[in-house]
């Protein structure tokens, strides 16, 4: 039996607004489901990060990195927390350097899904299968 893939929607995230808000959690959730990770983890930990606020990439990146660990600890992503603290810092960075902080910035720059899910791979922890969450949601 195939489980219900969890959208935006379930998450209560109004991509379809195309604020950059919804946008970021959006994909700080297709981030975070698309690890070797349960999906009830994943959600967990997601909610661990809209409960302390980090809901853009500048938020992320004022966090330490043990502050992280912690976070990802809370909502039981555990295997892989130290590793996945040091991606979320290496993306949060990335996309301030190279999009102003913002994904909607990037998403602005793709001519279509193809040309997305490419920039989107440019991130650091970002591989075929983040993006291919990430672009379920999005319109181009």
């Given at each position: ?6 959208s935006a929607k ?83 960075t990335f996309l ?45």
């Open positions: 039996m195939m489980r219900k893939k969890i379930d998450l209560n995230i109004k991509v379809d607004s195309g604020k950059e808000q919804a946008l970021f959690k959006w994909f700080l959730a297709s981030y975070l489901f698309g690890h070797r990770i349960s999906q009830q983890i994943a959600v967990r930990t997601w909610q661990v990060f809209m409960d302390n606020g980090l809901t853009s990439a500048q938020k992320i990146a004022g966090q330490s990195w043990q502050h992280l660990v912690d976070l990802l600890g809370e909502g039981h992503y555990k295997r892989y927390d130290e590793s996945t603290a040091r991606n979320l810092l290496e993306m949060a301030q350097i190279r999009y102003q902080g913002k994904i909607s910035h990037l998403i602005q720059t793709a001519d279509n899904k193809n040309a997305l899910s490419a920039k989107l791979q440019e991130i650091k922890g970002v591989g075929p299968k983040v993006s291919e969450i990430f672009l379920r949601e999005i319109r181009l």
